[in-house]
């Protein structure tokens, strides 16, 4: 798939997943997703895991087809949204930063899909499709991202720092593992509010090292907050290899030092990452504490930018740290779609309606384009503004 959208591609990748959806039922789709992706993908911390198999059957059931069809609308728009800007970078339309997402859609998707409007999210410097799949506005965020006036953040923020708080959104940023502590202390207030609303902190591997995450899962284990922490395990710290860095395999481990159960669960899984990030949401809402969730994946381009890439081509290719070979393999787990096969089987879409959705959205995706394209750049003299809660500042003393 390209910025261009290669219908192919979407429709054609090879199954992955282990099992042939083709063969099964929903239900016995999902029955076997609760068997195989629960029983040998998941791990949690002293859980039954026959116990949590049947819960997860109970949870993907209940999805309905307006709910299926949102969450393959999603990942869709964070991918072409996404794609869009690299070939705006390519062609030189575009000015600013990106860390790209492309790849991990089924993670920002599967738990946002789990959330209420309400509920809250912290995010990081990869955190567009966090945005995307929490409601954010495609033409805002691409106004921003190319620092235009008409902006979420009226062009100052960029990429890293778009927020909108109508929809729960507390803003991405690029301090690797603040996302916790904003999330775990926005979990401290609703605890004292006394609503049932839940926070999910999303962060990378390299996340949980240092001080931000261990004061947060420690608050939030010994508070009992509404908190779910999101580990996106996508490989690599920049170029440094996760495996160079932990002396464990499961991130989600550490969280036992914590008193905190640990999941892990296939990141390319947007139902079985939907599944565990639903059981989180329930057990925070309830009172019963947080929950931290390894999701494992990998990232298609590069740390951020565009090196490695090219129009009409998806990945980043020959990059000094990472093979082409193992971008391949990851590129072949392609979680879009893996989910589309699971609709058209189980006749939630026919292959037609699939069709319409990536045509709607690639139109979505154009319009963002055309609406960023056509704003304005914010004025010099506004550079003043903003510096205060009121008025702007003074440029000279008279
Ligand atoms: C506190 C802090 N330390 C270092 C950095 C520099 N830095 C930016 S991104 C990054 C790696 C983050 O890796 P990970 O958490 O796995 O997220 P990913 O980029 O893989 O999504 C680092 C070290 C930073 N932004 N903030
Ligand atoms: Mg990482």
Known sequence: MNGEVNMNEIKAAPSTSGTDPKAVSRRTFIQSLGAIGVGAIFFSAGADKQARGQSVSTYIDSLSTEQLTAMYTDMLKIRLWETKIKDLALKGGFRGVAHLYVGEEAIAVGVCSALRQDDYIASTHRGHGHLIAKGGDLKLMLAEITHKATGYCKG????????????????????????????????????????????????????????????????AATYKLPWISIIENNQFQIWVRCSDVYGIKDLARRADG??????VVDGNDVLAVYDVAKYAVEKARAGRGPTVIECKTYRWYDHYGFQGSKIGRDGAFGLGYRSDQELREWMAKDPIPRFRRFLVNEKVLTEERADEVVQEVKQTVDDAAAFAEAQPVPKAVDGLLNVFAEGAVPLHKS
Request: aromatic fraction near 8%; proline fraction near 0%; hydrophobic fraction near 40%.
């Open 258 to 263: 914590y008193g905190i159960e640990g999941r």
């Open 156 to 219: 100052y923020g960029g990429s890293l720092h778009i927020t909108d708080m109508s929809l729960g959104i507390l803003g991405m940023n690029g301090i690797v593992g603040a996302s916790h502590l904003m999330g775990a202390g926005a979990a401290y207030g609703i605890k004292v509010k006394g609503t049932d609303q839940v926070v999910v902190s999303f962060g990378g591997d390299g996340s949980i090292q240092g001080s931000f995450f261990t004061s947060a899962a420690n608050s």
